[in-house]
């Protein structure tokens, strides 16, 4: 039974800081990544602290500060390729020894396609939240990058009704404007409040809402209703209020067991309405816009989804992939059409088993050849320096080039170690060597531990690798799977 899903890092001032100088590099041979130590970081900070005081004293301005943007830059792409038997010296006598239990793992060499290291890749095992990679996976490629989602509200049949239509945003949020919200650039229910009373003709004395956006049951196949008040989930419906959250200021808060009568309820108390008469139902035909807000970017939607392990956020991307490809806006429906949009963009997932959108069900499947080939193709280089006179050999070629640049700003998303999301408080002890260099998603149910991602080894060389153990504890397991990855980080392996 599911009862130990995604732990999620804890948040810090220092942490959010480090973050921001964070810098992915993302094209040549992959991405690497380069961070500052918390010793320096401190170090700066009480520089920056000093500077101000001298300002103050000398009746100065204080200087601007300087704002750090991350962004994605190339690194060389000349470094040295490691070899099979490298990689495999560095890394099977760690598996041989033991304690991983049943283990699907690959590396792989993004810049050849190379694999470097591999223990029964095939073999689908249960995935926990690597699962996500799929899902954003699939996101970045049927939809949009730009594409936001809207919650609106509509005018009702009735005199002082409106309705509240779910439009798939579940990171519509309760805070007030210009506080955090836990979802990054979220929009705020007070907006909406405020355009509904600007545009409304008569005072607002009921609310319904509209859920026709998504069919079929409200919680998985392998889930199990007791993840709802232990906070790893809420009832998948196309509008709710921070992610369900009883407690949004909570980020494992309960979830509220119906999120978009709670959203709705919560409406018609800032509205004035009688919260005791919101119930669920459709506004006219043509009927007018009395308030309109909108969700970050899809792009920023999928790197939240992934840092933060969100299993709410990923079904929601998981069901718009269902509605941008025609399939039914359910578990089943959204399943299916990430498989299928997977496979129409050339990745072969055969093996793959998928419930839901986010990996909290147990009966998900994915083998780890499946994680490295997505990150694989996320991390390629941007252009395949091979020239062919064949037509279709160059339209591949550019069909790949193309999917590269969709799947990019995946990485982007990937937790840092020991500093970002699920990996913010690991990597110490042996595998402290890989702080600040691996990123990668983590996954984690009872008897479930997983990890996928990338790092750059000691030649600058960028690998990519998944690890998906079945058996033993996360608490046994998850430093053992970052030992492993942070021997690529002091690879030369030649």
């Not at 810090?12 to 094209?27: K, Q, W």
């Not at 007070?190 to 545009?199: C, H, M, P, S, Y």
């Not at 790197?303 to 956020?313: E, I, P």
């Not at 990338?454 to 153990?469: E, N, Y």
Request: glycine share 12%; charged share 15%; proline share 7%.
């Amino acid at each position: 039974m599911p009862g130990l899903p995604e732990q999620r890092g804890k948040r810090a001032s220092v942490i959010v800081v480090v973050l921001l100088l964070v810098v992915v590099s993302g094209v040549g041979a992959g991405l690497g990544a380069a961070t500052l130590t918390a010793a320096t970081l401190t170090q700066g900070l009480g520089v920056a602290r000093a500077v101000a005081a001298w300002a103050v004293a000398a009746r100065m301005p204080a200087p601007m500060p300087v704002v750090v943007h991350p962004a994605l830059r190339p690194v060389g792409a000349a470094g040295p390729a490691p070899t099979r038997a490298g990689v495999g010296a560095l890394l099977t006598p760690l598996v041989t020894a033991g304690g991983l239990g049943t283990l699907s793992g690959q590396v792989l060499d993004p810049a050849t396609g190379t694999v470097l290291w591999q223990r029964d890749p095939g073999v689908a095992l249960v995935p926990g939240s690597t699962a996500k990679l799929l899902t954003a996976c699939a996101a970045l490629l049927a939809l949009n990058h730009q594409q936001r989602w809207h919650t609106t509200v509509l005018a009702g049949a009735q005199a002082g009704t409106v309705v509240l239509v779910g439009g798939g945003d579940p990171t519509l949020s309760v805070a007030s404007p210009g506080t955090d919200s836990g979802y990054p650039g979220a929009a705020r229910l007070d907006e909406l409040v405020g355009q509904v009373r600007a545009n409304s003709s008569s005072p607002v004395r009921r609310v319904l809402v509209d859920v026709s956006r998504y069919v079929g049951d409200a919680l998985a196949p392998g889930w199990l209703p007791a993840d709802v008040a232990g906070g790893y989930i809420a009832p998948i419906e196309p509008v709710m209020l921070d992610g369900g959250r009883e407690d949004p200021t909570q980020e494992n808060s309960p979830r509220v067991a119906k999120p978009a009568t709670a959203a709705a309820t919560e409406l018609a108390r800032r509205l004035g309405a009688d919260p005791d008469t919101v119930s669920i139902g459709t506004a006219p035909p043509g009927a007018a816009v009395l308030g309109d807000v909108s969700s970050p970017p899809i792009q920023d939607l999928v790197a939240t989804a992934l840092r933060r392990s969100d299993n709410v956020l990923a079904e929601a991307l998981a069901r718009e992939v269902a509605r941008a490809t025609g399939a039914p806006a359910s578990f089943s429906g959204a399943s299916q059409a990430v498989r299928t949009v997977l496979r129409t963009h050339g990745f072969d997932v055969s093996g793959v088993t998928l419930m839901d959108g986010s990996g909290l069900s147990v009966n998900d499947a994915v083998p780890a050849r499946v994680l490295t080939e997505l990150l694989s193709a996320a991390a390629a280089p941007d252009k395949i320096n091979v020239e062919s006179a064949d037509a279709d050999r160059a339209d591949a070629d550019r069909a790949r080039e193309q999917r590269t640049a969709a799947l990019r700003s995946l990485l982007v998303g990937l937790p840092v170690a020991g500093g970002s999301g699920t990996l913010a408080d690991r990597y110490s002890g042996t595998a402290a060597s890989g702080r600040g260099w691996v990123r990668a998603k983590t996954g984690t149910l009872t008897g479930v531990t997983s990890l996928a991602g990338i790092v750059q080894d000691a030649d600058g060389r960028v690998l990519v690798f998944a690890l998906l153990s079945n058996g033993p504890t996360p608490a046994s397991v998850r430093p053992r799977l970052d030992t492993l990855a942070a021997r690529l980080r002091s690879c030369g392996c030649h």
